[in-house]
T-cell receptor
């Protein structure tokens, strides 16, 4: 089946630090990959996505590259802000055998001023 | 655009009581999803509606759970009777697109349910 594994948190950083959240997946074929963000008290929002190998998704200074050879989709941001404090979810969808989103467990990120 | 609206935002009830969660999807969207989020199990899809018809309810945990979508602008998730293990955050999401295809889902703020 389809599954997503992401690094456990919580992650605590200082402002302007570099952030990486690792995400690896298991799926047959060519899934589409996503990062969602959940700010405190809110629902999930799509942060970025990539639909084929070597695609780079980017948004709000965050980036992730679809690496089929390592089945990974790591999220990075070069200089985090306090407003980036949130829970980040890696997810995939594999339209070849399912239409449902498969989510990772989520990584809580706290950025201190 | 008001986004997906859920009510109540918080619900505290006692074991055995009936709980009804409500969702108003984004106007014009034709797909609606109910998710449950817990620390132990993460985010789970409970049920998926397309054009008000339940398409996949395989994620509904047991017969105590039921969901309806009487029209395009309203859906309910009911738990009867409720149990402490139902305590979770329940999200509703909506999207616009074809049946059984992926289209960006827009999530509501969630209902935090506590069953004592």
């Amino acid at each position: 089946g389809n599954s997503v594994t992401q690094m456990e948190g919580p992650v605590t950083l200082s402002e302007e630090a570099f952030l990486t959240i690792n995400c690896t997946y298991t799926a047959t074929g060519y899934p589409s990959l996503f990062w969602y963000v959940q700010y405190p008290g809110e629902g999930l929002q799509l942060l970025l996505k990539a639909t084929k190998a070597d695609d780079k998704g980017s948004n709000k200074g965050f980036e992730a590259t679809y690496r089929k050879e390592t089945t990974s989709f790591h999220l990075e941001k070069g200089s985090v802000q306090v407003s980036d404090s949130a829970v980040y979810f890696c997810a995939l969808i594999n339209m070849s055998n399912d239409y449902k989103l498969s989510f990772g467990a989520g990584t809580t990120v706290t950025v201190r001023a | 655009d008001a986004g997906v609206i859920q009510s109540p935002r918080h619900e505290v009830t006692e074991m055995g009581q009936e709980v009804t969660l409500r969702c108003k999807p984004i106007s014009g969207h034709n797909s609606l999803f109910w998710y449950r989020q817990t620390m132990m199990r993460g985010l789970e899809l409970l049920i998926y509606f397309n054009n008000n018809v339940p398409i996949d309810d395989s994620g509904m945990p047991e017969d105590r759970f039921s969901a309806k979508m009487p029209n395009a602008s309203f859906s309910t998730l009911k738990i009867q009777p409720s149990e402490p293990r139902d305590s979770a955050v329940y999200f509703c999401a909506s999207s616009l697109g074809q049946l059984l295809s992926y289209n960006e889902q827009f999530f509501g703020p969630g209902t935090r349910l506590t069953v004592l």
